[in-house]
């Protein structure tokens, strides 16, 4: 299967510091998606993005497929960011290593 | 978006009993679901890739005759964890697509198997 690895593995910020978080595809996907795992284990959607550039508040997300990466960017990050972040894509819906982010007040 | 339901929420079972768990998309129809398994701290393992009306595409290392999974219509998938034992204790999520290609989860099921 396709090989997605993520970046940073881990991420502390200050609260209100803004972050960006990489996606890295081994082949070319379609049906890319970003995930926010809550602490309870739930997925929340984040962004269906298989190409171009989308905004969602302080969230915006970059894919370019051509190049097969993706970015996720957060702005003026609170503590309720805080969680795990993931990217997934392909037609089996392959996910990445995941991204541990903590926002400390 | 999209609602999809997945029950139960947790489940402890006896080592050597089944444990089934439904995933229901409650608002659209999902030709294909996914089956997840999640270990603490770590990312989501695909375990197979079900099809509403065929059979089930397991991953390399998965096991069919352990992992049971029924996609019987355009709203449920179910996944049996026959045989159970306490290895198989896990989070295991399951995930919906629509006709657009966006992909849903549900809540999760964490399996304890004493």
């Known amino acids: 299967g396709i090989q997605v690895e993520q970046s940073p593995p881990d991420l502390i910020l200050q609260e209100g510091a803004n972050s960006t978080l990489r996606c890295n595809f081994s082949d070319s996907v379609n049906n890319l998606q970003w995930f926010h795992q809550n602490p309870w284990g739930q997925l929340i959607n984040l962004f269906y993005i298989p190409s171009g550039t989308k905004q969602n508040g302080r969230l915006s997300a970059t894919t370019v497929a051509t190049e097969r990466y993706s970015l996720l960017y957060i702005s003026s990050s609170q503590t309720t960011d805080s969680g795990v972040y993931f990217c997934?894509?392909?037609?089996?819906?392959?996910f990445g290593t995941g991204t541990r982010l903590t926002v400390i007040p | 978006g999209a609602v999809v339901s997945q029950h139960p929420s947790w489940v402890i079972c006896k080592s050597g009993t089944s444990v089934k768990i439904e995933c229901r998309s409650l608002d659209f129809q999902a030709t294909t679901m996914f089956w997840y398994r999640q270990f603490p701290k770590q990312s989501l393992m695909l375990m197979a890739t079900?099809?509403?009306?065929?059979?089930?595409?397991?991953e390399q290392g998965v096991e069919k005759d352990k992992f049971l999974i029924n996609h019987a219509s355009l709203t449920l998938s179910t996944l049996t964890v026959t045989s159970a034992h306490p290895e198989d204790s896990s989070f295991y999520i399951c995930?919906?697509?629509?006709?657009?290609?966006?992909?849903?989860f549900g809540q999760g099921t964490r399996l304890t198997v004493v």
């Open positions: 995930s919906a697509r629509d006709g657009q290609g966006k992909a849903f």
């Open positions: 079900s099809n509403e009306g065929s059979k089930a595409t397991y």
């Open positions: 997934a894509g392909a037609n089996n819906l392959f």
